[in-house]
């Protein structure tokens, strides 16, 4: 049974950072693509971060690009999101997400999902 458990949200201060943490289990993690989503109160799950197998490969919105980094760890089966230079627009619900093949920002090519971890960001 496969299992994404994320890990690290909270509340913080705009300005401030966060370092979460998604841990895989059941899965060949390093055969797995990783992503990482959010979603806002009323708004769609949206892209954040992915990252290939091997972690040669990255991606990221616009909106976090040059503030969040998607990492793995692929002996620890575990990707992390560093996220720096909060905003208030930046509170959501984050989720990561597990896929065979190529990392994507399109949502619906994950087949696994965790159940996600608070991030508030206080103005």
């Known amino acids: 049974q496969v299992q994404l458990v994320e890990s690290g949200g909270g509340l913080v201060e705009a300005g401030g950072s966060l370092r979460l943490s998604c841990a895989a289990s059941?899965?060949?993690?390093?055969?797995?693509?990783m992503g990482w989503f959010r979603q806002a109160p009323g708004k769609e799950r949206e892209f954040v971060a992915a990252i290939g197998w091997s972690g040669a490969n990255t991606g990221a919105a616009d909106s976090v690009k040059g503030r969040f980094t998607i990492s793995r760890d692929n002996a620890k089966n575990t990707v992390y999101l560093k996220m720096n230079s909060l905003k208030p627009e930046d509170t959501a619900v984050y989720y990561c997400?597990?896929?065979?093949?190529?990392?994507?920002?399109?949502?619906?090519?994950?087949?696994?999902w965790g159940q996600g971890t608070q991030v508030t960001v206080s103005s």
């Open positions: 997400a597990a896929r065979m093949g190529r990392a994507t920002s399109d949502r619906g090519g994950y087949d696994y």
């Open positions: 059941g899965l060949t993690f390093s055969s797995y693509a």
